[in-house]
């Protein structure tokens, strides 16, 4: 069992950065690959990130956002910079045995997290 806790979204400016992160509890956290994900109202839940002995980042954040994780800490991050008023989501982490892109392949979620971006 894995248990996810966001933190860090808020309100930013457009141009601006915030720093998410996910905190772990649980067993075999160095052994998951963790993801980031994003939703807005009415949408599916879009990829946006993950790691593990990889990194992948989805196309429209490619260059902006940064995933890490510390393993030491059981935590998990995104760095996001030069934020535009389309990256406004709640954000989640999850956590699969796979590396993945698809929502369905993950099993632990965390609550999410509101991250609003101003025009």
């Known amino acids: 069992q894995v248990q996810l806790v966001e933190s860090g979204g808020g309100l930013v400016q457009a141009g601006g950065s915030l720093k998410l992160s996910c905190a772990a509890s649980g067993r075999a956290f160095s052994n998951r690959a963790m993801a980031w994900f994003r939703q807005t109202p009415g949408k599916e839940r879009e990829f946006v990130c993950s790691?593990?002995?990889?990194?992948t980042y989805a196309d429209s954040v490619k260059g902006r956002f940064t995933i890490s994780r510390d393993n030491a800490k059981n935590t998990v991050y995104l760095q996001m910079n030069s934020l535009k008023p389309e990256d406004t989501a709640v954000y989640y982490c999850a956590a699969s045995r796979l590396i993945s892109t698809r929502s369905s392949d993950y099993d632990y979620w965390g609550q999410g997290t509101q991250v609003t971006v101003s025009s």
């Open positions: 790691i593990w002995w990889s990194v």
